[in-house]
């Protein structure tokens, strides 16, 4: 059904590739610009996009005390807080980027944009986890960023189609956008862990968007 969507669509909708292989950038990363394209108001989106809208502070408080009770519980058995780096980080922060991935009902501090990093080599050994060295900062934002914009400029470009007063097609859209973006996240994640084990998965909920 995806594929079917995307080709239908294939004018709007991003064909982005993260590429063959990760950028590593040490130090500080040029933020990806958030182009201005005008939306109309579409009555069918809104409607949908509202439905069961999440609050961008309240899942960025939800993702605190979890990473906060995860490492709790780490301490317990004498292993070092894990250290969560997002993979774009402009997808965390109040704006364009963010109020995009709410719309189509992805939680900017969901596990699809979130990697984990032992703190020591000690607890990477005992997790079978990626050790965090301050290289892995802004590893793939720009990358990533720009995937998500490209998807942003999509959606918006879809406000005005003559489809998307249709119910139906707009839940389409916003699936097909959420899997291809999931898809990115997961190839990311793929490339940093390897084959590692990383026993702190366990410590997380099973399912998060």
Known sequence: MYEDYLKRFDSLLPQADLGPAPVSAAGPVAPVAATHIPAPDNPTIRRVVNEARMDFHLVRDRHTRLLTQVNGELAQVECGPLVAVAISNAARQPGPFADFL?????????????????????SADLMDAALFTPEVQGQFDIEFSAVIEQSRQGWLKFHGHPDAGDEATVRTC????RVMLAKHGETVKSTVYGNKANRWQNLFPKQQS
Not at 111 to 120: G, T
């Open 102 to 122: 709410i719309d189509i009902g992805l939680n900017p501090f969901g596990d699809w944009n979130m990697l984990y990093y032992a703190s020591d080599k000690a």
């Open 174 to 177: 916003r699936d097909t956008l």
